[in-house]
């Protein structure tokens, strides 16, 4: 039971264009929503996390866009480079319950 | 990275082996993590610990045991190694901050790659 969905399993963007990652929950008690970056032979780390009192987050080239409604949310990277390209993981948790559920991880590829 | 070591950091074993992996931190947490990352599953959640002696089930538990006697140390014990078993294995702490909303961060070890022959 795959409580995040995430999609595309992989990306290819060129260069200094976006990168758009899409997941949906089903679990309505969340109110957390992180995402993680992992580069090859490394243990993912915390990009950027959103709660869902806002529906946006912006922090230098990373946004999230957070659809409460329609139980989704979205990693958009602007201006894409060579060195975004790693593996993304999006999750979500309950506050307090100290467990994060993650969604099947997306590999963006940043062509140069 | 938290303090957090895992080893082995590559592991091959044979069919019906039993194998244990260790996690270790320095910072004193006390939520520490086992997942499994495989393509197309992400990261699923095998045990969790939330104090010395208490563990409990994720979504990934059969074929797996744990046990945590110290603070620092989270073993992960493969009873009986599967091919299926073949993964890469992440150890994990969390911290919560009490500023910003109580936001619960999660952190990786660099994790181990087993291989199940």
């Known amino acids: 039971q795959q409580q995040v969905k995430q999609s595309p399993q992989s990306l290819i963007v060129q260069k200094g264009g976006i990168s758009i990652i899409n997941c949906a929950y089903e679990n309505t008690a969340f109110d957390y929503f992180p995402w993680y970056q992992q580069f090859p032979g490394k243990g993912p780390a915390l990009l950027i996390a959103?709660?869902?009192?806002?529906s946006e987050k912006k922090e230098g080239r990373f946004t999230i866009s957070f659809n409460k409604s329609a139980k989704q949310f979205s990693l958009h990277i602007m201006d894409s480079q060579p060195g975004d390209s790693a593996t993304y993981f999006c999750a979500a948790s309950i506050q307090g319950a100290q467990k994060l559920v993650f969604g099947q991880g997306t590999r963006l590829t940043i062509n140069p | 990275d938290a303090g957090i070591t895992q080893s082995p950091r590559h592991k091959v074993t044979e069919t019906g082996t039993p194998v244990t992996l260790r996690c270790h931190q320095t910072?004193?947490?006390?939520?520490m993590y086992w997942y499994r990352q495989d393509p197309g599953h992400g990261l699923r959640l095998i045990h969790y610990?939330?104090?010395?002696?208490?563990?409990d089930k994720g979504e990934v538990s059969d074929g797996y045991s744990v046990s945590r006697s110290k603070t620092e140390d989270f073993l992960l014990t493969l009873e009986s190694a599967t091919s299926s078993q073949t993964s890469v294995y992440f150890c994990?702490?969390?911290?919560?901050?009490?500023?910003?909303?109580?936001?619960?961060?999660?952190?990786f070890g660099q994790g181990t790659r087993l291989t199940v022959v």
């Open positions: 910072e004193n947490h006390r939520y």
């Open positions: 610990s939330y104090g010395v002696k208490d563990t």
């Open positions: 994990a702490i969390s911290k919560t901050y009490l500023t910003g909303g109580g936001n619960t961060e999660a952190f």
């Open positions: 959103i709660r869902p009192d806002v």
